[in-house]
C-alpha cells in the first residue's frame, strides 16, 4: 500500500557480495536442472556387483518381452562409470511408458539392481541478474513462491500489466519492458508536475512538506512506488544486473493516478477503465490494453459504485484486477478497493510463510504472496531522489503493495502460458494452485501464491 511500504537502500556489502555469487553463477548456467516431461529413447540398467556378462539369458528375455510390449525393441548402447548400461530404444516413448519397461525389466531378472528411464533433463531458468540472490520472495523453499520453475513454461511474454500506482521512473532495469502509458492525475496539487492529465506517466516524485496535505500531516520524502512496484512484475531478465520481475517477459503499461497526499478514487477509476481498453473521456484510445491491472494502492472506505464499475468494465473486458489487501492490520472487508467484488485481494508473508505483522486478513482476501517484513524485506528497482528524481538504485521495501504484483506477475505468466483464460479463470486457478502456508497465517485467503503450479493449472485448463 502506499506510504505503508517502507525503503530501505542495499548496503553497499550486501551488493558487493551479491554481484561476487552472481558472477560464480554465470560460470556454470547449467548447474540447476529439471525434469522435463518429454519422451525418451533410452533406458539405464545396473546389474548387481559380481554379475557376469553384461545381459544374462533371463535378462535379454526381460529386456525384449519388455520391448515387445510396448512395441520397440531394445539394444545395448555403452557402459556407464559406476557399472550401469544405457540402453537404446528404436524410437521415443512417454516417461510412463519408459517407467513400465523399467519396472517390467527389473522384475523379469533377480540380477537386475536397477533398470529407469534415462530422462531427458533441461536447465531450470535462473537469472544471471546480479541481486536476483536477494530476491528471496521468488525462490525460498519456504516463504517463495516458487518462480524459477514457472519460468521454464512462461515469462509473461505477449502479455500488459497495468500498474496504477505513482508513474514510474524510466528505471534502466525495465525500461525495455515499459510501455508509454499515462498521467491520470487530474489536480496540480497532487500531481506535482505542473499539470493534469497527460500522456506523461513519469514519476516527478511526491515528497511532501509537513502540514501539506492536512493540518497536522507529516512531511515525506518521495516514495517512488510505482517504480518498486513495475520492478516486482517486470525487471528484465539475465540482463547481469539488478533484479528480476516475477514475469520479466512481460509489458508494463504504467498509469499515473497517485501523486502527493495519495490519489482521488476518480482519477483511479479512469485509470483502470482505460488500462482496460474502455472510453474515458478527454483520453485518446489505448492501443495496449492490460491483461492484468495492479493496484498496490487502497485506503479505509467501503468500495465505491463509482470504482465497483470500473473493475467490472474492466473484467467485461478480459482484464484481472489484483488489489493489495491494505497495511493497518485490520480486516480487508474495511479497505477499498480490496473489498471491491471481483478483485484478487492479496495479503502479505513474511519470509517464514506467516501473515506479515501489517497485513489486512479476512474473507475478502483471496490468497497472500511475500510482501516481506522487518529483517526481510522485498528488493526491487527504486531512485536515489528525497524529493525531485534522482538516479537509479534499489530497494528494500515491504507491504502488501509488494505482495499484489507479485500475484500480478502470476497472472502475467499464467497468460503468457494460456492466453484464453478469462478473469475468473484466473482467479479460480490461483486459489486452487495456492500452496499451504508453512506458518500462522489466518485469514490470507487459499494460501501463498505458487507460480509453477498456477502455470502448470493454466496450460492445463481447456
Not at 501523486?259 to 473521456?281: M, T
Not at 489505448?286 to 479505509?300: D, E, F, R, Y
Request: aromatic content about 4%; charged content about 15%.
Amino acid at each position: 500500500m502506499h506510504r505503508s511500504s517502507l525503503p530501505r537502500l542495499f548496503s553497499a556489502l550486501a551488493l558487493a557480495s551479491l554481484a561476487c555469487a552472481a558472477q560464480a553463477r554465470e560460470h556454470n548456467p547449467l548447474a540447476d536442472l529439471a525434469r522435463d516431461e518429454s519422451p525418451t529413447d533410452r533406458l539405464i540398467v545396473k546389474y548387481r556387483d559380481g554379475v557376469q556378462p553384461f545381459a544374462t539369458a533371463r535378462g535379454e528375455a526381460a529386456i525384449r518381452v519388455a520391448g515387445n510390449r510396448q512395441g520397440v525393441s531394445v539394444r545395448h548402447l555403452r557402459a556407464m562409470s559406476g557399472g550401469a548400461h544405457v540402453m537404446a530404444i528404436s524410437r521415443a516413448i512417454s516417461p510412463q511408458e519408459a517407467e513400465a519397461m523399467a519396472q517390467a525389466i527389473s522384475a523379469g531378472d533377480p540380477d537386475i539392481l536397477y533398470a529407469e528411464p534415462d530422462h531427458l533433463l533441461k536447465p531450470l531458468m535462473t537469472p544471471n541478474d546480479s541481486y536476483y540472490s536477494l530476491q528471496w520472495s521468488l525462490s525460498d523453499a519456504t516463504g517463495g513462491i516458487r518462480a524459477p520453475a514457472a519460468w521454464d513454461k512462461a515469462s509473461g511474454s505477449g502479455v500488459v500489466v497495468a500498474v496504477i500506482d505513482t508513474g514510474v521512473r524510466k528505471h534502466a532495469d525495465f525500461s525495455a519492458n515499459l510501455l508509454a502509458g499515462r498521467d491520470f492525475v487530474s489536480t496540480s496539487f497532487i500531481s506535482n508536475d505542473g499539470d493534469g492529465r497527460d500522456a506523461d506517466a513519469a514519476d516527478p516524485g511526491d515528497y511532501v512538506t509537513a502540514g501539506y496535505c492536512s493540518t497536522g500531516s507529516a512531511a515525506a520524502n518521495s516514495s517512488w512506488h510505482g517504480t518498486h512496484v513495475t520492478g516486482i512484475v517486470a525487471a528484465t531478465a539475465n540482463n547481469k544486473t539488478g533484479v528480476v520481475g516475477v514475469a520479466w517477459g512481460a509489458k508494463v503499461l504504467p498509469l499515473r493516478a497517485l501523486g502527493r497526499c495519495g490519489g482521488y478514487s476518480s482519477d483511479i477509476a479512469d485509470a483502470i477503465s482505460w488500462a482496460a481498453g474502455n472510453a474515458v473521456s478527454g483520453q485518446p484510445t489505448n492501443t495496449t490494453p492490460a491483461k492484468v491491472i495492479n493496484l498496490s494502492l487502497g485506503g479505509t472506505a467501503a468500495c465505491g459504485k463509482t470504482t465497483q464499475a470500473a473493475i467490472n468494465a474492466a473484467r467485461a473486458k478480459g482484464a484481472v484486477v489484483v488489489v493489495a489487501a491494505g497495511n493497518e492490520k485490520a480486516n480487508a472487508s474495511t479497505s477499498s478497493p480490496a473489498n471491491c467484488t471481483g478483485v484478487v485481494s492479496v495479503a502479505a508473508t513474511t519470509k517464514a510463510g506467516g501473515r506479515a505483522s501489517y497485513s489486512n486478513y479476512g474473507t475478502s482476501v483471496t490468497l497472500a504472496a511475500p510482501g516481506g517484513d522487518s529483517g526481510a524485506a522485498i528488493a526491487s528497482t527504486w531512485n536515489t531522489g528525497t524529493s525531485t528524481p534522482g538516479s537509479d538504485t534499489y530497494a528494500y521495501m515491504a507491504g502488501t503493495s509488494m505482495a499484489a504484483p507479485a500475484v500480478s506477475g502470476v497472472a502475467a505468466l499464467m497468460l503468457s502460458a494460456n492466453p484464453k483464460l478469462t478473469p475468473d479463470q484466473v482467479a479460480t486457478l490461483l486459489k486452487s494452485s495456492a500452496r499451504a502456508f508453512p506458518a500462522s497465517c489466518s485469514g490470507c485467503g487459499a494460501g501463498i501464491v505458487n507460480a509453477e503450479a498456477a502455470v502448470a493449472a493454466a496450460l492445463a485448463a481447456k
